[in-house]
């Protein structure tokens, strides 16, 4: 009783070391591949925003030179454009971006939220109640909560953080 566990741990070591089945040759059978990226023929610093499953795009920005990019699984640009800056499409401070609905959809801090589409021309405009829900620090132009929208409160006339 005394060696029982000592000859247990000599016939299992030994009953390890048999034979070798096949060729032994474990390495040949591994290989690596990345599935979680998009090669993108673009030179720049894209930053990948948001996925529209309808489409199957993907929106993306330079934060550079502020192009935005529509482009699929495989790496294909599919729509590029630059949002306006002058005249009376321009836009002023985006606070989110992404898609509502389908359409590339940005909060802007003057005009409210604003639905572009794929060439980048605005193709939808929804004002901001007065009253409204804030929800502070989340990275999306507004999202649908039942029937409502769900968005970001801009701050207008100030810092307005208590009303």
């Known amino acids: 009783m005394k060696y029982l566990f000592q000859i247990f741990g000599l016939l299992t070591v030994l009953s390890a070391c048999g034979l070798k089945s096949g060729n032994g040759d474990l390495i040949s059978d591994y290989h690596f591949e990345i599935k979680d990226s998009i090669q993108i023929d673009f030179l720049g610093n894209l930053i990948a925003f948001d996925f529209e499953p309808g489409s199957g795009l993907y929106l993306g920005r330079n934060n550079f030179t502020e192009e935005h990019l529509l482009f699929d699984d495989q790496g294909k640009i599919h729509h ?84």
Do not use: C, H
Request: no cysteine.
């Open 80 to 163: 590029r454009f630059i949002m306006q800056k002058d005249g009376p499409d321009a836009v002023s401070w985006v606070q989110g971006l992404g898609f509502l609905d389908g359409k590339i959809t940005v909060m802007d801090s003057n005009k409210g939220i604003l639905q572009f589409s794929n060439e980048g021309e605005i193709a939808n405009r929804i004002e901001l109640p007065e009253d409204y829900f804030f929800i502070n620090g989340v990275n999306f132009p507004a999202a649908r909560f039942g029937n409502e929208l769900m968005y970001i409160r801009p701050e207008r006339d100030g810092m307005d953080w208590f009303g």
